[in-house]
Every structure is written in C-alpha cells, then in structure tokens.
C-alpha cells in the first residue's frame, strides 16, 4: 500500500507563487506514474501535470502551460508542483496521484490513477 501526503499548500495572491510538495511513502515509487490533480468547488477532479515514472515526459493541461512545472525525485520518493503567476482560477484542493504498473507515459485520467493523497487547499486572491 502507497501512502501520499501533500504539503505547501495556502493563500498567495494574485502573480505569486506556490510550491506543493508530494511525499510517498510504502513501497519505492520509483515505478509510478505521478500526477497533480485539483478540483474546485462544484468541479470535476482535473489532471494539471504528471510526470511519467522515468521523469522523461510531462503532461500540462493548457491552462498551466508556461506557468507550473513537475519534478520528481524517485531516490527522495518526492513529487513537486512549482505554481507561478497563479491566479484565482487557479484556487481548488490539489491532489497528488499514483499509478502503479505504469508504463513510461503520462496518464491523465482519474481513473487510471491507483493511490491519492487527502489534498490540499491552494487559495488565490484578487
């Protein structure tokens, strides 16, 4: 069994910056898919970016292209979103996701994800 805990969530305003950090902990991760999802009040759970297992490739969803960037360190089993220039749409509970047995790719369904952090809440002020 994974287990995931998120960090570095809060208020920022308008422009600034957030880091969320993922720790897993359980088996190694070195194997998973990783992804951040978020979901706003009243929304569907979105995909916002994922990391293959390798680190090789990356998946944005276009309204965060140019703005967020991933990382993961497979020897720390650790995940990273860096938020930049975040905006009130931005604002929801971000989850960090697994999924085992993946192949070098990047999912982006919830379902296709096997493990989910509680999530954490990123506020925004105008």
Do not use: H
Not at 17 to 28: H, I
Not at 88 to 99: H, L, S, T
């Amino acid at each position: 069994q994974v287990q995931l805990a998120e960090s570095g969530g809060g208020l920022v305003q308008a422009g600034g910056s957030l880091r969320l950090s993922c720790t897993a902990s359980g088996r190694a991760f070195s194997s998973y898919c990783m992804g951040w999802f978020r979901q706003g009040p009243g929304e569907e759970r979105e995909a916002v970016a994922v990391v293959s297992w390798s680190g090789r490739n990356t998946y944005y969803a276009d309204s965060v292209k140019g703005r967020f960037t991933i990382s993961r360190e497979n020897g720390k089993n650790t995940m990273s979103l860096e938020m930049n220039d975040l905006n009130p749409e931005d604002a929801a509970v971000y989850y960090c996701a697994a999924r085992d047995y993946s192949a070098d790719y990047t999912y982006t369904d919830v379902r296709q994800f096997d493990y989910w952090g509680q999530g954490i809440q990123v506020d925004v002020s105008s």
